[in-house]
């Protein structure tokens, strides 16, 4: 039973550049939640995501940010336009129901480097 | 906006002791509480979660919760280096989301 799957795992962009960061979650679960962790930082909560609906974005930035979690395929996380500030390891959770009585299961992460 | 409260630690105790982790929350409306074990470089790993008044025991792991007093524990007995990791608490919003303490960082010394 494969856990939630993130890609790429490291990913390097130069200021400017687009970032695309994927997620999969966990078979029968259909609720995705995007965290983002800076260095020495706790997760911060970015925004929530089912099959075709953006639940929450309460914590995304308000520009150059974006998700989606189509029909089909892994939910993607697009940072446009990147800044250093941008670094950081952007994580992936996912959960069957998003229920108030239900864990969270996290993928391993993507490390994003802005040159 | 609601917080959760953390020592930043580190937290070092000797191998087989008991180690005691706090976290506070501003939300008395909270109801989910978990507990997250974070190694270096790695994803968050699910260690327990607890929804009641009390301690919930799962092998060397006790969460304890008090709702009044708005504040939730993880023990550990019998520590190991392996134990060695940062741990977050985490609260869940209204929303679904997780909401994370900055971590307290354990560690385990032989």
């Known amino acids: 039973n494969a856990g939630v799957m993130q890609n790429p795992r490291h990913l390097v962009r130069r200021r400017g550049q687009e970032a695309r960061l994927r997620c999969s979650p966990m078979k029968g679960h259909s609720h995705v939640y995007w965290y983002r962790q800076l260095p020495e930082e706790g997760l911060k909560f970015m925004v929530y995501?089912?099959?075709?609906?953006?639940?929450?974005e309460s914590g995304m930035p308000k520009e150059r940010f974006s998700a989606e979690f189509p029909k089909e395929g892994p939910s993607i996380l697009r940072i446009q336009q990147v800044v250093r500030g941008d670094s950081a390891a952007y994580f992936c959770?996912?959960?069957?129901?998003?229920?108030?009585?239900?864990?969270?299961?996290f993928g391993p992460g993507t490390r994003l480097l802005v040159l | 906006q609601k917080e959760v409260e953390q020592n930043s630690g580190p937290l070092s105790v000797p191998e087989g002791a008991i180690a005691s982790l706090n976290c506070t929350y501003s939300?008395?409306?909270?109801?989910?509480f978990f507990w997250y074990r974070q190694y270096s470089g790695k994803s968050p790993e699910l260690i327990m979660f607890?929804?009641?008044?009390g301690d919930k025991e799962d092998g060397r792991f006790t969460a304890q919760l008090n709702k009044a007093s708005q504040y939730v524990s993880l023990l550990i007995r019998d520590s190991q280096p392996s134990d060695s990791a940062t741990y977050l608490c985490a609260v869940r919003g209204s929303q679904g989301n997780l909401i994370f303490g900055k971590g307290t960082k354990l560690s385990v010394k032989p």
């Open positions: 959770a996912s959960s069957p129901t998003g229920s108030g009585e239900e864990t969270q299961y």
């Open positions: 607890i929804y009641s008044n």
């Open positions: 995501l089912q099959k075709e609906n953006i639940i929450d």
């Open positions: 939300d008395r409306g909270s109801q989910s």
